[in-house]
């Protein structure tokens, strides 16, 4: 059973939303979900990380250092690519701490106006 806490940096299986594809790739887990009782194991909410250099949309942080938190390349979390994704197909390469993380939390919570 792998279970991640909020802030670890992933790679596992992502859907691209521009067509019908799933890639590996570095994610940012935002919530687990207890569902041993399911059969399929722990879940997550997880957020995209993408290359930096890319356009810029609204609600993306960019992450200083990326590369010092196990990231290969100069990386920004894609607040607006949220999925869910089985723990046990993804593999920590890190943990997104501080000022970074607090953004993103602030700016999905906004997103979901529930507080």
């Given at each position: 059973?792998?279970?991640?806490?909020?802030?670890?940096?992933?790679?596992?299986?992502?859907?691209?939303?521009?067509?019908?594809?799933?890639?590996?790739?570095?994610?940012?887990?935002?919530?687990?979900?207890?569902?041993?009782?399911?059969?399929?194991?722990?879940?997550?909410?997880?957020?995209?990380?993408?290359?930096?250099?890319?356009?810029?949309?609204?609600?993306?942080?960019?992450?200083?250092?990326?590369?010092?938190?196990?990231?290969?390349?100069?990386?920004?979390?894609?607040?607006?690519?949220?999925?869910?994704?089985?723990?046990?197909?993804?593999?920590?390469?890190?943990r997104?701490d501080?000022?970074?993380?607090?953004?993103?939390?602030?700016?999905?919570?906004?997103?979901?106006?529930?507080?």
């Open positions: 059973m792998t279970v991640f806490e909020p802030g670890a940096i992933v790679h596992a299986p992502f859907p691209h939303v521009e067509r019908a594809v799933i890639v590996r790739r570095p994610a940012l887990i935002l919530a687990t979900f207890d569902t041993q009782d399911t059969g399929i194991g722990p879940l997550a909410w997880a957020l995209m990380i993408t290359n930096a250099a890319r356009p810029a949309w609204r609600g993306d942080v960019l992450i200083p250092d990326a590369e010092s938190i196990g990231l290969l390349i100069p990386s920004k979390v894609r607040t607006a690519k949220v999925t869910t994704i089985a723990t046990g197909d993804a593999i920590r390469i890190g997104l501080g000022r970074v993380w607090t953004e993103v939390r602030s700016i999905v919570l906004d997103a979901l106006d529930i507080c």
